[in-house]
């Protein structure tokens, strides 16, 4: 914790809470216009427990979440649907190095789904939400990480 900087903590907000929140700002109003339209967000299992990735990168998932539910309470009623998807260990560049630990694999092969997860397993979830068949799924947050935080 003492060891993350200012400058890293400024780099996860201004990634992840002000890209979201940017995304969302300029794409709201054509969604008020045609009265429809759905945000899905992207935040991490970091984003609903600690211990993932440090304090910046958790801080700022929980604050994406904390974004997509106040877009739900302000702009539902205007037909907007916002959700929040939160994958936990996603196949990715980004998680080499785990991939490479064998302790760490050992642990993720304890889990429910005893795998990781694929960019295909989250993009899946995120096309349902946008589509017509999540239309009673309002201000949620969904997690996506094979049951890595019950494990």
């Not at 991490?44 to 801080?59: D, N």
């Not at 939160?86 to 490479?100: E, F, R």
């Not at 304890?110 to 960019?119: C, D, F, K, L, S």
Request: proline fraction near 3%.
């Amino acid at each position: 914790f003492c060891e993350q900087t200012e400058e890293l903590f400024d780099h996860a907000l201004d990634l992840n809470v002000k890209g979201s929140f940017m995304c969302c700002k300029y794409a709201v109003p054509g969604m008020l216009e045609r009265k429809k339209g759905v945000i899905v967000n992207i935040a991490s299992a970091a984003g609903v427990e600690g211990g993932g990735g440090g304090a910046a990168y958790t801080c700022s998932k929980h604050a994406v979440i904390g974004l997509t539910m106040q877009i739900t309470a302000e702009l539902g009623k205007n037909g907007i649907r916002a959700n929040t998807v939160c994958p936990g260990l996603i196949k990715t560049g980004m998680v080499t190095d785990l991939l490479n630990n064998p302790d760490f694999m050992t642990a993720i092969n304890g889990t429910p789904a005893g795998r990781v997860g694929t960019v295909e397993d989250t993009t899946s979830l995120i096309l349902f939400l946008a589509s017509d068949e999540s239309s009673y799924i309002h201000g949620d947050t969904i997690l996506i990480d094979g049951g890595l935080i019950v494990a």
